[in-house]
């Protein structure tokens, strides 16, 4: 039987032991890029302002995400790395 993708994906990402390094994902959309990080041993906390994309990163990666709008005064978690989308220009 073929794996669904979201099977396939959940069975290549390593587990994300206990104190493993923190990836703090900002602008994160459905979490292409904290993917990756996940792959190799990272824990990963995503923050996203659309809620379909948060739901899909919170579905198909084992990290958290935390929907609502960034600003200068959001609280972050300390972190090892961090990484960072960009929103495309929806307008047409």
């Not at 104190?19 to 890029?33: I, K, T």
């Not at 996940?38 to 995400?65: I, P, W």
Request: hydrophobic fraction near 35%.
């Amino acid at each position: 039987m073929e794996l669904s993708y979201s099977q396939n994906i959940a069975q290549q990402l390593k587990p994300v032991p206990n104190g493993s390094p923190l990836v703090v994902d900002l602008f994160a959309g459905c979490g292409g890029l904290a993917l990756g990080f996940e792959a190799q041993g990272f824990a990963t906390h995503g923050f996203e302002m659309d809620g379909d994309a948060c739901a899909s990163y919170r579905k198909n990666l084992l990290g958290v995400c935390t929907q609502g709008t960034l600003t200068t005064e959001t609280p972050l978690p300390k972190a090892d790395v961090s990484i960072g989308g960009h929103r495309a220009n929806r307008s047409a």
